[in-house]
């Protein structure tokens, strides 16, 4: 089974950038699409962005397009998400997701491996 660690949350002003990372472990990293999901307090987990096996397709939620990159270094075992111009509404524990199969999907409950997530606070 796949471990995955994610890093980089932390306290940001509004209009401040971060970049998130996660790192996995104990099985091949370049067979699972990789995926970013974000959970507010008191609300549902939600899709924020995914990316394919090799990186050269990428997904993302449509009020995050524009904002947000996602990617991957497959030698580095490790999936990125650069988040800039943040704004307070971004703040949440930002979770990372990996699946073994071959479209990413939207739905948090389609990905079967999670790591422990890392928060991001945006101050206004």
């Known amino acids: 089974q796949v471990q995955l660690v994610e890093s980089g949350g932390g306290l940001v002003q509004a209009g401040g950038s971060l970049r998130l990372s996660c790192t996995a472990s104990g099985r091949t990293f370049s067979n699972y699409i990789m995926g970013w999901f974000r959970q507010a307090p008191g609300k549902e987990r939600e899709f924020v962005a995914a990316i394919s096996k090799t990186g050269r397709s990428t997904y993302y939620a449509d009020s995050l397009k524009g904002r947000f990159t996602i990617s991957r270094d497959n030698a580095k075992d490790t999936v990125y998400l650069q988040m800039n111009s943040l704004k307070p509404e971004d703040t949440a524990v930002y979770f990372c997701?990996?699946?073994?199969?071959?479209?990413?999907?939207?739905?948090?409950?389609?990905?079967?491996?999670w790591g422990q997530g890392t928060q991001v606070t945006v101050s206004s």
């Open positions: 997701a990996a699946d073994f199969g071959v479209v990413a999907k939207q739905e948090p409950n389609a990905w079967p491996h």
